[in-house]
């Protein structure tokens, strides 16, 4: 299983919260590309629940990573 930003983004507008078989038929119905189908089968879950796209890939960049913070540097 890989994610990209532009494979993720294809499930920003799902309805979360919502289980993997939840996900896998926004992503038919959405006419995902069929990586994001296949990375969500992939999902060893046991009836899971999740919230957002963080739950399935953690890497997935924030709104914290694209904002500069002046006070910072």
Known sequence: MYWTLELATKLEDAPWPATKEELIDF?????A???VI???KEIEDEGDV???IEDIWPDYPSNEDFFFNEEEY
């Open 38 to 40: 296949e990375n969500l």
């Open 27 to 31: 992503a038919v119905r959405s006419g």
């Open 50 to 52: 999740y919230e957002s």
């Open 33 to 35: 590309p069929l990586e």
